[in-house]
């Protein structure tokens, strides 16, 4: 990875922490640790973060595993690589019945069950914020999935305030492109948690992600149109590299 890349994601990393006010003083973030390169990414960001004085914040990582998936790998190395950053690390077990509600598939439930964890456990520890690993390719493609298939034009914002539970969902990572964190954690050496998930069926988020990448080879602004379109209004400056 180049020097220029590496500024680039912690450039558009601390542009989003300003920008979006994402932390503050005295907050305690629970970082949802998947176990993929931007996850892991994050927890490196964060803890570094940490460490500055200012603002004083305390980061620690929970890792949920699912009963009913099988993993290629145990939790061994995100212990290790937590342990690096300075930073505590738990780990929760669950599962879900994908017969328990035919309206939602499987991948919504366990998606949904992984997050009930990470609130859940927020909540009982005296967590104020979660630091999930979205990144801008993400975002894209949220908004693109729910345009074509559910009618509206939105995506995840880099803060929300959750209405029913004391908690803010924060995506430090949201200005922050994929390609940038692919290469960044080639050049780290992340090893990145794999699985075998015996309900990954559904192609459209990637028949999504393929039409959005053939659409920016035939059309480079179309990432900071979409950007703009959703309220990011400093996506003028990205398209310069800033």
């Known amino acids: 990875m180049s020097g220029q890349q590496l500024k680039r994601i912690i450039n558009r990393y601390k542009k989003a922490l300003s920008h979006y006010q994402l932390i503050e003083d005295g907050d305690k973030i629970l970082v949802g640790l998947s176990g993929g ?26 890792h949920v595993r699912m009963e009913n998936i ?35 598939t499987p ?11 990470l609130f ?21 493609h949220t908004a693109l999935m729910n345009l074509a298939y559910q009618g509206r034009f939105s995506s995840m914002p880099p803060k929300l305030k959750m209405d ?8 430090p990572l949201c200005l922050v492109m994929e390609q ?11 090893v990145g948690q794999k699985h075998l998930c015996p309900y990954d069926t559904d192609t459209r988020r990637a028949d999504i992600r393929n039409w959005f990448e053939t659409l920016e080879k ?11 379109a959703l309220g990011f209004q400093d996506s003028a400056s990205e398209r310069h590299g800033e």
């Open 180 to 190: 940038d964190i692919r290469d960044y954690a080639l050049s780290r050496g992340y």
């Open 70 to 104: 099988t993993y290629e790998s145990d939790s061994s190395y995100l212990e290790s690589f937590a342990a690096e950053c300075g930073v505590p690390l738990h780990i929760a077990t669950t599962s879900f019945d994908p017969t328990t509600d035919h309206r939602k």
């Open 107 to 117: 991948c919504f439930l366990c998606s949904w069950n992984r997050r009930k964890q």
């Open 120 to 140: 859940n456990y927020a909540q009982e520890h005296g967590f104020n914020k979660i630091a999930l690993g979205h990144h801008q390719d993400d975002i894209i």
């Open 218 to 228: 035939d059309a480079p602004e179309a990432r900071y149109s979409i950007l703009h």
């Open 37 to 62: 390169k931007d996850s892991i990414l994050l927890l490196e960001l964060l803890a570094g973060t940490m460490r500055i004085h200012r603002p004083k914040i305390v980061v620690e990582a929970l």
């Open 164 to 171: 029913k539970m004391p908690l803010t969902l924060i995506r």
